[in-house]
């Protein structure tokens, strides 16, 4: 088991500034009236939740591939990778509202081969059009043992803003911090056929914690995801 280091306590970076600005809102309409204030802190503590940004501990296992996003799965189907080739993949989605964390955490450890952004149209991204529709982006990673696995972060119907840190080159740790997206999204993830899935439709994840699935032994990989 490993703790990824993180860059900031507890509340995400992304955060600091609304937050800031609602509570000097809440502690100014409290002073001139009151009861008037109580909205103006409601919505402090509801950006407060949602901008939390917890550690989590990832569990063992080369071959792991770990939930990069808390939430709920909403599809888990073998079909094409359209980020990489259009190679043959299993498809695993994971779909935040609002009320879970929106840190992206990379689900392997890995070289980040490409970063694409994707802009779109804003469809409830539990749908599975908005997988391909919705704005997005895009990370192509080669593990070390030379799977190819691909993160793709969706905005969703409220989601205005899709933060990716990572670019070529980059060499991640599966569950360190990568991205953000603000106000409900899903992100997708493209695995090697072959990988066996550790979770099912209407499963409950969390970031860096889960297991979504584990890769094929090295030796299966194939000259498309070498």
């Known amino acids: 088991m490993n703790k990824p280091s993180y860059p900031h306590p507890i509340i995400a970076r992304e955060g600091w500034p609304f937050l800031a600005g609602i509570v000097v809102i809440s502690i100014a309409v409290t002073i001139w009236s009151g009861w008037a204030s109580v909205p103006f802190w409601l919505l402090s503590v509801f950006v407060l939740q949602f901008f939390r940004d917890p550690p989590r ?16 799965i909403v599809v888990v ?10 190679r043959d993949a299993l ?29 779109g149209k804003f469809f409830n991204a539990a749908l ?18 030379g799977h190819i696995v691909t993160a793709v ?3 969703g119907l409220v989601a205005k803003r899709i933060l990716c840190y ?21 992100v997708d993830v493209y695995l090697p056929i072959g990988s066996r899935p550790r979770v099912a439709i209407g499963d409950k994840v969390s970031a860096t914690s889960t297991v979504l699935a584990e890769l094929p032994a090295a030796a299966a990989v194939s000259a498309t995801d070498a």
């Open 153 to 155: 972060q969706v905005a």
């Open 57 to 72: 501990v990832a569990p063992d296992g080369e071959l792991n591939v770990l939930s990069p996003a808390d939430g709920r």
């Open 77 to 86: 189907q073998e079909t094409q990778d359209p980020y990489h080739g259009n």
């Open 91 to 119: 498809k695993i989605s994971v779909f935040m509202n609002v009320f879970n964390v929106h840190s992206n955490r990379s689900p392997v450890d890995g070289e980040v081969l490409s970063t694409d952004y994707f802009a």
């Open 128 to 145: 599975d059009k908005a997988s391909l529709e919705n704005e997005r982006n895009a990370m192509v990673l080669r593990t070390t043992q």
């Open 166 to 186: 990572a670019k070529a080159g980059d060499s991640l740790h599966h569950g360190q911090r990568y991205g953000f997206i603000r106000f409900g999204s899903r």
